[in-house]
Protein backbone atom coordinates (compact mmCIF):
# COMPACT_ATOMS: atom_id res chain seq x y z
CA UNK A 1 0.00 0.00 0.00
CA UNK A 2 1.28 3.65 -0.94
CA UNK A 3 2.45 5.68 1.81
CA UNK A 4 1.58 9.16 3.03
CA UNK A 5 4.23 11.51 1.23
CA UNK A 6 4.12 13.75 4.69
CA UNK A 7 4.18 11.01 7.61
CA UNK A 8 4.43 7.65 6.10
CA UNK A 9 1.01 6.09 7.13
CA UNK A 10 -1.08 3.88 4.88
CA UNK A 11 -2.36 6.94 2.29
CA UNK A 12 -5.85 6.97 1.13
CA UNK A 13 -5.64 9.94 -1.00
CA UNK A 14 -3.83 10.24 -4.57
CA UNK A 15 -3.55 13.82 -5.93
CA UNK A 16 -3.30 13.21 -9.43
CA UNK A 17 -2.16 16.71 -10.54
CA UNK A 18 1.12 16.31 -8.15
CA UNK A 19 1.09 12.92 -7.97
CA UNK A 20 1.14 12.48 -4.45
CA UNK A 21 -0.15 9.79 -1.94
CA UNK A 22 -1.64 11.16 1.22
CA UNK A 23 -3.00 9.85 4.58
CA UNK A 24 -6.36 11.54 5.64
CA UNK A 25 -5.45 13.73 8.50
CA UNK A 26 -2.63 15.12 6.05
CA UNK A 27 -4.76 15.61 3.36
CA UNK A 28 -7.22 17.59 5.85
CA UNK A 29 -4.53 19.55 6.45
CA UNK A 30 -3.68 20.19 2.71
CA UNK A 31 -7.06 20.90 1.98
CA UNK A 32 -7.40 23.50 4.58
CA UNK A 33 -4.01 25.46 3.62
CA UNK A 34 -4.87 25.22 0.63
CA UNK A 35 -8.51 27.07 1.21
CA UNK A 36 -6.90 29.44 3.95
CA UNK A 37 -4.28 30.45 1.24
CA UNK A 38 -6.97 31.18 -1.32
CA UNK A 39 -9.18 33.46 1.36
CA UNK A 40 -6.32 35.39 2.52
CA UNK A 41 -4.81 35.95 -0.94
CA UNK A 42 -7.79 37.31 -2.46
CA UNK A 43 -8.95 38.74 0.73
CA UNK A 44 -12.34 37.16 0.44
CA UNK A 45 -13.50 37.21 4.04
CA UNK A 46 -12.71 40.15 6.95
CA UNK A 47 -13.71 39.48 10.64
CA UNK A 48 -16.77 41.64 10.24
CA UNK A 49 -18.26 40.19 7.06
CA UNK A 50 -21.80 38.20 7.43
CA UNK A 51 -21.29 35.64 4.87
CA UNK A 52 -24.27 33.53 3.69
CA UNK A 53 -22.97 30.46 2.50
CA UNK A 54 -25.15 28.35 -0.32
CA UNK A 55 -25.85 24.65 0.03
CA UNK A 56 -26.88 22.39 -2.06
CA UNK A 57 -26.39 19.47 -0.45
CA UNK A 58 -23.90 17.84 -2.45
CA UNK A 59 -19.94 17.14 -1.56
CA UNK A 60 -18.87 20.53 -2.80
CA UNK A 61 -20.86 22.80 -0.69
CA UNK A 62 -20.71 20.91 2.09
CA UNK A 63 -16.70 20.98 1.83
CA UNK A 64 -17.06 24.79 1.90
CA UNK A 65 -19.46 25.12 4.64
CA UNK A 66 -17.25 22.55 7.18
CA UNK A 67 -14.20 24.15 5.96
CA UNK A 68 -15.05 27.60 6.33
CA UNK A 69 -16.81 27.01 9.83
CA UNK A 70 -13.25 25.65 10.97
CA UNK A 71 -10.89 28.10 9.53
CA UNK A 72 -13.04 30.95 10.48
CA UNK A 73 -15.55 30.22 13.37
CA UNK A 74 -15.61 33.79 14.59
CA UNK A 75 -17.30 35.01 11.77
CA UNK A 76 -20.68 35.47 11.42
CA UNK A 77 -21.96 32.75 8.67
CA UNK A 78 -25.08 31.15 7.78
CA UNK A 79 -26.31 28.47 4.93
CA UNK A 80 -29.21 28.71 2.41
CA UNK A 81 -30.52 25.88 0.81
CA UNK A 82 -33.26 26.67 -2.54
CA UNK A 83 -35.43 23.76 -2.17
CA UNK A 84 -35.85 23.83 -5.93
CA UNK A 85 -38.33 21.26 -5.86
CA UNK A 86 -37.43 18.65 -8.07
CA UNK A 87 -39.18 15.27 -7.21
CA UNK A 88 -36.70 12.34 -5.56
CA UNK A 89 -34.16 14.89 -5.21
CA UNK A 90 -34.42 18.18 -3.64
CA UNK A 91 -36.32 17.23 -0.61
CA UNK A 92 -33.53 14.39 0.22
CA UNK A 93 -30.94 17.28 -0.60
CA UNK A 94 -32.54 19.29 2.25
CA UNK A 95 -32.40 16.61 4.54
CA UNK A 96 -29.02 16.24 4.31
CA UNK A 97 -28.59 20.03 4.73
CA UNK A 98 -30.65 20.16 8.17
CA UNK A 99 -27.93 17.64 9.34
CA UNK A 100 -24.70 19.36 8.18
CA UNK A 101 -26.19 22.45 9.73
CA UNK A 102 -26.95 20.62 13.19
CA UNK A 103 -24.22 18.84 12.74
CA UNK A 104 -21.76 21.94 11.92
CA UNK A 105 -23.62 23.79 14.78
CA UNK A 106 -24.42 26.84 11.40
CA UNK A 107 -27.57 28.80 11.11
CA UNK A 108 -29.54 28.19 8.58
CA UNK A 109 -32.18 29.61 5.91
CA UNK A 110 -34.42 27.85 3.65
CA UNK A 111 -35.95 28.56 0.83
CA UNK A 112 -38.87 26.95 -0.96
CA UNK A 113 -39.27 27.94 -4.52
CA UNK A 114 -42.75 26.16 -4.91
CA UNK A 115 -44.12 27.25 -1.90
CA UNK A 116 -42.75 30.96 -2.12
CA UNK A 117 -43.05 31.95 -5.99
CA UNK A 118 -45.84 29.52 -7.14
CA UNK A 119 -43.23 27.20 -9.20
CA UNK A 120 -40.76 24.94 -9.56
CA UNK A 121 -37.80 23.58 -11.66
CA UNK A 122 -39.75 20.86 -13.48
CA UNK A 123 -42.30 23.33 -14.64
CA UNK A 124 -39.84 24.63 -17.46
CA UNK A 125 -40.09 21.26 -19.19
CA UNK A 126 -43.37 22.66 -20.52
CA UNK A 127 -41.08 25.84 -22.13
CA UNK A 128 -38.83 26.15 -24.60
CA UNK A 129 -36.35 24.65 -22.35
CA UNK A 130 -37.73 21.10 -22.34
CA UNK A 131 -34.87 19.12 -21.52
CA UNK A 132 -31.97 21.55 -21.03
CA UNK A 133 -33.42 22.54 -17.40
CA UNK A 134 -30.40 23.14 -15.92
CA UNK A 135 -30.13 26.67 -17.80
CA UNK A 136 -33.27 28.34 -16.70
CA UNK A 137 -32.30 26.47 -13.20
CA UNK A 138 -29.03 28.07 -12.65
CA UNK A 139 -30.57 31.76 -13.79
CA UNK A 140 -32.63 31.08 -10.82
CA UNK A 141 -30.39 29.98 -8.36
CA UNK A 142 -28.15 32.63 -8.60
CA UNK A 143 -30.86 35.44 -8.83
CA UNK A 144 -32.33 33.81 -5.38
CA UNK A 145 -29.15 33.41 -3.78
CA UNK A 146 -28.17 37.41 -4.71
CA UNK A 147 -31.46 39.03 -3.68
CA UNK A 148 -31.75 37.05 -0.12
CA UNK A 149 -28.07 38.14 0.81
CA UNK A 150 -29.21 41.59 -0.45
CA UNK A 151 -32.56 41.65 1.33
CA UNK A 152 -30.87 39.72 5.02
CA UNK A 153 -28.46 42.16 5.22
CA UNK A 154 -25.22 39.25 3.89
CA UNK A 155 -21.88 41.28 3.34
CA UNK A 156 -20.32 37.80 1.34
CA UNK A 157 -21.96 35.24 -1.01
CA UNK A 158 -19.54 32.02 -0.92
CA UNK A 159 -20.38 29.32 -3.40
CA UNK A 160 -18.60 26.01 -3.62
CA UNK A 161 -17.29 26.43 -7.32
CA UNK A 162 -14.31 24.57 -7.62
CA UNK A 163 -11.24 24.02 -9.91
CA UNK A 164 -12.99 21.78 -12.27
CA UNK A 165 -16.17 23.97 -12.46
CA UNK A 166 -14.14 26.73 -13.06
CA UNK A 167 -11.89 25.24 -15.48
CA UNK A 168 -14.96 23.60 -17.17
CA UNK A 169 -17.39 27.11 -17.12
CA UNK A 170 -13.60 29.31 -18.81
CA UNK A 171 -13.43 26.36 -21.41
CA UNK A 172 -16.43 26.84 -22.33
CA UNK A 173 -15.86 30.95 -22.40
CA UNK A 174 -13.19 30.53 -24.57
CA UNK A 175 -14.25 28.29 -26.73
CA UNK A 176 -17.63 30.22 -27.57
CA UNK A 177 -15.46 33.81 -27.10
CA UNK A 178 -17.91 35.12 -24.60
CA UNK A 179 -15.57 37.24 -22.97
CA UNK A 180 -17.89 38.53 -20.72
CA UNK A 181 -18.62 35.90 -18.88
CA UNK A 182 -14.47 35.44 -19.19
CA UNK A 183 -14.03 38.70 -17.13
CA UNK A 184 -16.78 37.72 -14.57
CA UNK A 185 -15.47 34.61 -13.69
CA UNK A 186 -13.74 35.63 -10.90
CA UNK A 187 -12.54 34.23 -7.24
CA UNK A 188 -13.87 37.60 -5.49
CA UNK A 189 -16.45 39.42 -7.50
CA UNK A 190 -16.61 42.96 -5.78
CA UNK A 191 -20.50 44.43 -5.39
CA UNK A 192 -20.95 46.61 -7.89
CA UNK A 193 -24.25 48.03 -6.93
CA UNK A 194 -26.48 47.86 -3.54
CA UNK A 195 -28.45 45.21 -5.01
CA UNK A 196 -25.72 43.00 -5.66
CA UNK A 197 -24.20 41.08 -2.57
CA UNK A 198 -20.35 40.54 -3.32
CA UNK A 199 -19.81 36.85 -4.63
CA UNK A 200 -16.42 35.19 -3.19
CA UNK A 201 -15.52 31.18 -4.07
CA UNK A 202 -12.93 29.81 -1.32
CA UNK A 203 -12.81 26.14 -3.40
CA UNK A 204 -11.38 28.03 -6.85
CA UNK A 205 -8.19 26.01 -5.80
CA UNK A 206 -9.23 22.95 -4.82
CA UNK A 207 -10.22 20.28 -7.51
CA UNK A 208 -13.68 18.28 -7.65
CA UNK A 209 -11.89 15.12 -6.22
CA UNK A 210 -10.18 16.87 -3.59
CA UNK A 211 -13.94 17.95 -2.23
CA UNK A 212 -15.03 14.31 -1.94
CA UNK A 213 -12.32 13.05 0.02
CA UNK A 214 -12.41 15.86 2.41
CA UNK A 215 -16.00 15.14 2.65
CA UNK A 216 -15.53 11.47 3.00
CA UNK A 217 -12.74 12.08 5.79
CA UNK A 218 -14.79 14.68 7.58
CA UNK A 219 -17.90 12.19 7.41
CA UNK A 220 -20.41 15.06 6.24
CA UNK A 221 -23.65 14.02 5.49
CA UNK A 222 -23.54 14.65 1.85
CA UNK A 223 -26.85 13.61 -1.03
CA UNK A 224 -26.80 9.78 -2.42
CA UNK A 225 -28.81 10.68 -4.80
CA UNK A 226 -27.79 12.82 -8.66
CA UNK A 227 -30.42 15.07 -9.92
CA UNK A 228 -32.81 13.34 -12.48
CA UNK A 229 -33.18 16.56 -15.04
CA UNK A 230 -28.82 16.37 -15.10
CA UNK A 231 -29.35 13.50 -17.39
CA UNK A 232 -27.86 14.99 -21.40
CA UNK A 233 -26.81 18.02 -20.05
CA UNK A 234 -24.29 20.03 -22.04
CA UNK A 235 -22.28 20.00 -18.82
CA UNK A 236 -21.81 16.52 -18.19
CA UNK A 237 -20.39 16.17 -21.89
CA UNK A 238 -17.97 19.03 -21.10
CA UNK A 239 -16.97 17.42 -18.08
CA UNK A 240 -16.12 14.13 -20.08
CA UNK A 241 -13.89 15.79 -22.34
CA UNK A 242 -12.15 17.56 -19.79
CA UNK A 243 -11.41 14.57 -17.93
CA UNK A 244 -10.13 12.78 -20.83
CA UNK A 245 -7.73 15.71 -20.94
CA UNK A 246 -6.66 15.83 -17.34
CA UNK A 247 -6.26 11.58 -17.98
CA UNK A 248 -2.97 13.06 -20.66
CA UNK A 249 -1.90 15.65 -18.74
CA UNK A 250 -3.09 15.65 -14.89
CA UNK A 251 -1.92 19.21 -14.30
CA UNK A 252 -3.91 20.48 -17.74
CA UNK A 253 -6.58 22.39 -14.84
CA UNK A 254 -3.52 23.98 -12.28
CA UNK A 255 -1.98 25.07 -15.73
CA UNK A 256 -4.56 26.41 -17.83
CA UNK A 257 -6.13 28.45 -14.30
CA UNK A 258 -2.50 29.67 -13.45
CA UNK A 259 -2.04 31.29 -17.17
CA UNK A 260 -5.63 32.66 -17.49
CA UNK A 261 -5.15 34.68 -13.79
CA UNK A 262 -1.49 36.18 -14.58
CA UNK A 263 -1.70 36.57 -18.43
CA UNK A 264 -5.04 36.49 -19.60
CA UNK A 265 -7.57 37.95 -17.78
CA UNK A 266 -5.46 40.94 -16.57
CA UNK A 267 -5.80 41.42 -20.87
CA UNK A 268 -9.03 40.76 -21.21
CA UNK A 269 -10.18 43.06 -18.06
CA UNK A 270 -8.32 46.24 -19.98
CA UNK A 271 -10.85 45.76 -23.01
CA UNK A 272 -13.75 45.20 -21.20
CA UNK A 273 -16.35 47.91 -19.62
CA UNK A 274 -19.36 46.23 -17.58
CA UNK A 275 -22.81 47.44 -19.40
CA UNK A 276 -24.49 49.68 -17.28
CA UNK A 277 -27.12 48.51 -14.65
CA UNK A 278 -30.90 49.75 -14.93
CA UNK A 279 -33.35 48.17 -12.42
CA UNK A 280 -35.79 45.76 -13.87
CA UNK A 281 -38.99 46.42 -14.46
CA UNK A 282 -40.76 43.96 -12.56
CA UNK A 283 -38.77 43.39 -9.60
CA UNK A 284 -36.41 46.21 -9.35
CA UNK A 285 -33.40 44.15 -8.72
CA UNK A 286 -29.83 45.64 -11.46
CA UNK A 287 -29.95 44.20 -15.37
CA UNK A 288 -29.00 45.73 -18.22
CA UNK A 289 -32.21 44.88 -20.41
CA UNK A 290 -35.79 45.99 -19.30
CA UNK A 291 -37.17 43.23 -17.63
CA UNK A 292 -34.17 41.00 -15.56
CA UNK A 293 -33.76 37.18 -16.92
CA UNK A 294 -35.26 36.03 -13.57
CA UNK A 295 -38.64 37.51 -14.63
CA UNK A 296 -38.48 36.39 -17.90
CA UNK A 297 -37.85 32.55 -16.84
CA UNK A 298 -40.96 33.11 -14.11
CA UNK A 299 -42.49 34.48 -16.55
CA UNK A 300 -42.58 31.30 -18.90
CA UNK A 301 -43.76 29.49 -15.94
CA UNK A 302 -46.49 31.52 -14.73
CA UNK A 303 -47.35 32.71 -17.52
CA UNK A 304 -47.79 36.43 -15.38
CA UNK A 305 -44.98 38.56 -14.25
CA UNK A 306 -44.02 38.20 -10.81
CA UNK A 307 -44.67 41.66 -8.65
CA UNK A 308 -43.99 40.62 -5.60
CA UNK A 309 -40.56 40.03 -4.39
CA UNK A 310 -40.03 36.86 -2.74
CA UNK A 311 -40.60 36.15 0.79
CA UNK A 312 -39.00 33.75 3.14
CA UNK A 313 -39.49 30.96 5.20
CA UNK A 314 -36.45 30.37 7.93
S1 LIG B 1 -28.45 19.37 -12.38
FE1 LIG B 1 -29.34 21.07 -13.50
S2 LIG B 1 -31.54 21.00 -13.02
FE2 LIG B 1 -30.48 19.70 -11.51
S3 LIG B 1 -30.12 21.08 -9.75
FE3 LIG B 1 -28.28 21.16 -11.04
S4 LIG B 1 -28.61 22.91 -12.41
FE4 LIG B 1 -30.60 22.38 -11.52
ZN1 LIG C 1 0.06 11.50 6.70
ZN1 LIG D 1 -36.72 41.11 -12.44
Redesign the pocket.
Known amino acids: MAKCRVCGAPAEAYLDYSRTYLCPRCFNDYYERKVRATIQRFKMIKPNDRVLVAVSGGKDSASLLAVLRKLLPDVEMTALYIN?G?PQYSDHCEEKFKKITEVLGVESLVFDLKRELGFS?PDFRRTVYRRR??SP??TIKRYLMNKIAVEQGFSKLATGHHMDDIVETLFNSYLHGDVEQIVRLKPVLPSTHPKFVAKIKPLWNVTEQENLFYATYNELPVRTVG?P??KG?RSLEQKRYLSSLVEHIPNFRHVFLSSHMRKLLPALERSITAPPLKECKKCGMPTSGEVCAFCRRAELVLGKILNQSPKFKV
Request: with cysteine; charged share 0%; hydrophobic share 65%.
Open positions: LIILCCGCLAA
